[in-house]
Each structure stands twice: as C-alpha cells, then as structure tokens.
C-alpha cells in the first residue's frame, strides 16, 4: 500500500501549476459560495430561495443555450431546448446570406 501511496504524491508532483491553480479556485469557490448561502438563509428564507432559484435558472438557460449540460440531464435539455435560442443556432443563421 505503500508503493501506490509513493506513486500517487509523483503523479500529483508532475502536475503543472495552473491545474493547482484551478483546484485552488474552484475550492475556495465552493467555500465562498456555502458561506454566501449560510447568510442568505439566515436572512429570510423566502430570499434564500429566491437567490437559489434565479441561480439554478441562470445555470440550466445557459446549459439550453450552449448545449453543455450533465449527461444525465440530456434526454431533458433535449425536449426543452427546441423552445428556446441555441448557440448553435444563431451561429448558423449568421452564415446564411440575407434575404433580399
């Protein structure tokens, strides 16, 4: 057990320095976005959702508008995103010549 703990630190030394920054990033993210909610809901609850619903609707509008969503979450996104602007689809409108 040893041995693969030894290989596991080598691996984790040969990683470059902006992938640490990222960790960092997206850790401290994390952190800042609990603490941010713990005095959301001690406000009010009825602002605590809010703030959580606009946030989860910003996030799913923005996996709708660029197509990158979880994989779970396809088959959903699939039936929905016929409804609403696509990236994909502005990009191929402006490619096309206009109509005299």
Known sequence: MLLLAVTAVDQMKTLPPD???KI??????FIVAILVFRKIMKMNKVIGGIVVFVAAT?????????RNEPKF????????????????????????????
């Open 19 to 21: 992938v640490w920054l």
């Open 24 to 29: 960092a990033i997206v850790i401290g993210g």
């Open 58 to 66: 910003v996030i799913f509008f923005s996996w709708v508008y660029n």
């Open 73 to 100: 979450l396809t088959p959903l996104v699939d039936r929905i995103a016929p409804f609403f602007p696509s990236a994909g689809a502005y990009n191929a409108k402006q490619q096309t010549a206009p109509k005299p």
